[in-house]
């Protein structure tokens, strides 16, 4: 059985950190792309950051310079870091793996505000 399960999410003021966990289980992991999507209320979901099999990375504009994703293969985790938060990165955010198959998990909710 896949599961990815998200954790580290919760409020925080503007301008401050959150580091966000996606641990993966029942996947091939080291095949897979990892990525973090995240959802407002009534907007769609988006891309946020992606890593490769290989360790690439690809960040979406809005988050370029102050969110940094990474891998630990060995552990079959992906890590989102996030720095200088503002409100409008206020969402639920979700851990996605893609490759032969895709799987999202139930996401975690991260609330910008003062």
């Known amino acids: 059985q896949v599961q990815l399960v998200e954790s580290g999410g919760g409020l925080v003021q503007p301008g401050g950190s959150l580091r966000l966990s996606c641990a993966a289980s029942g996947i091939r992991f080291n095949f897979y792309t990892m990525g973090w999507y995240r959802q407002a209320p009534g907007q769609q979901r988006e891309l946020v950051a992606r890593i490769t099999s290989g360790g690439a990375t690809n960040y979406d504009d809005f988050v370029k310079g102050r969110f940094t994703i990474s891998r630990d293969n060995a552990k079959n985790t992906v890590t989102l870091q996030m720095n200088s938060l503002k409100p409008e990165d206020t969402a639920v955010y979700y851990c996605?793996?893609?490759?032969?198959?895709?799987?999202w998990g139930q996401g975690t909710q991260v609330t910008v505000s003062l």
């Open positions: 996605r793996a893609s490759w032969t198959n895709v799987y």
